[in-house]
Structure formats: C-alpha cells, structure tokens
C-alpha cells in the first residue's frame, strides 16, 4: 500500500499569498497517477489536479500541480477568499487507493 | 452528462446491516471502474472498495477494514452500484461516496451520510 504524507498539517495564510502544499509518497508513484482534491464543509471532494499537473475542467490556473516519482506539490499561486479549505492528494497508481491526511488553508 | 447519486443511508445499531445504492447515469460500468470512498465525521478520505469494469471480469476488491462484512455488487438494468454493509461498527461511520475512474476524472457523487449508534 502506498503511505502518502501531507505537509504541513494547517497552513495560515492572508487573501493573495501563495501557498504551497506538499505530498511524499512511501513509494513510487507510477505514471504520476497522483492527484489533488479541494474539500469545503458538507461538501464532496472537488477534483482539481489529475496526472500529479494536469488541471480539471473549470479549474481556474491559479492552481498547479508538480512533482513524480514519491514528491509532489499543488500551488495555489494567490490566494483567493474561496481557497481556503482542506486539500488531500490521492493516488491512483495501485490498489489500494490511499488518500494524504490533508491539509488546511486556513485564513490567517 | 455524468451523474452518481448515492443513496440508503441511515442511522443503525451496532452488528446491523445497511445497502447503499449508488445510480449512474451517462457511463456505463461496463467500461468504468468505480470506487466507494468514506469520510468519517472530521476525518480524511478512505477508500472502502471496488469494482472493476467488464474488461477485468466485474473484479470487486476491498479495504482490509471492511474485508468479509462489505459486499459490492451491480445491477446494469437499474444502472446502480450496492454496498451492502453487514456487522456494522461504531468505527464505520461516516459519509460514503461513490467516484468514476479512481475520483481522477473528477465524477462524484453527494454522498450518503451512515450513522453507526446505539
């Protein structure tokens, strides 16, 4: 099973910073089967990055995706009042699908 | 246009049963894996299971916390996907979604919230 781990934990900061999440991997994730979910209360995870850089459909480019092999990030190049929510990685490379422990944008 | 609705949510005693249904409609489970994924209240993500498409036999797999108590199956004339969930536990808990393709196309349902309580 692929162990991912999100840092920081909670990230605090203002409208229009930029904000940079991370995710490891215990192990290689294959064909960069590795992507990334915005998630606000009472609501269903949100696709925003696919294939580790890939954007969604209707994903604004604020947001990008990099890394391969067991490093990855998602920046958020300005933060936006709407941004601020929890973010988990997922990767889809093997069975089981694992999920990162999320993180939280939070205002600061 | 895509669509997963779950449904059969509730709350249930401890050693209960429950099935979550989840409808589809504009795909087919012939030609898509689909996942069932919860998040207990607070929590992160967790995958529960699977099932894979016709080109892989309808294969189900499990997470090692649901082994022998959950069961996934389809019914292609109604378009729906099951999870029955049997010996329920206070730990299972939580809102269950269902997700095309591994989530990676973005396709997800609501969810159905279960309530595992005494």
């Known amino acids: 099973e692929i162990v991912l781990t999100q840092s920081p934990g909670t990230l605090s900061l203002s409208p229009g910073e930029r904000a940079t999440l991370s995710c490891r991997a215990s192990?290689?994730?294959?064909?960069?089967?590795l992507a990334w979910y915005q998630q606000k209360p009472g609501q269903a995870p949100r696709l925003l990055i696919y294939?580790?850089?890939s954007r969604a459909t209707g994903i604004p480019d604020r947001f990008s995706g990099s890394g391969s092999g067991t490093d990855f990030t998602l920046t958020i190049s300005s933060l936006e009042p709407e941004d601020f929510a929890v973010y988990y990685c997922q990767q889809y490379d093997s069975s089981p699908l694992t999920f990162g422990g999320g993180t939280k944008v939070e205002v600061k | 246009e895509v669509q997963l609705v779950e449904s059969g949510g509730g709350l249930v005693q401890p050693g209960g049963s429950l099935r979550l249904s989840c409808a589809v409609s504009?795909?087919?489970?012939?030609?898509?894996?689909v996942d069932w994924v919860r998040q207990a209240p607070g929590k992160g993500l967790e995958w529960v299971g699977r099932l894979r498409k016709r080109a892989f036999s309808y294969v189900t797999e499990y997470a090692a916390s649901v082994e022998g108590r959950f069961t996934i199956s389809r019914d292609e004339s109604k378009n729906s996907l099951y999870l029955q969930m049997n010996s329920l536990k206070t730990e299972d808990t939580a809102v269950y979604y269902c997700?095309?393709?591994?989530?990676?196309?973005?396709?997800w349902g609501q969810g159905t919230l279960v309530t595992v309580s005494s």
């Open positions: 504009g795909f087919t489970f012939s030609n898509h894996l």
């Open positions: 294939g580790a850089s």
């Open positions: 192990q290689t994730v294959s064909n960069t089967y």
């Open positions: 997700t095309r393709d591994a989530g990676a196309t973005g396709y």
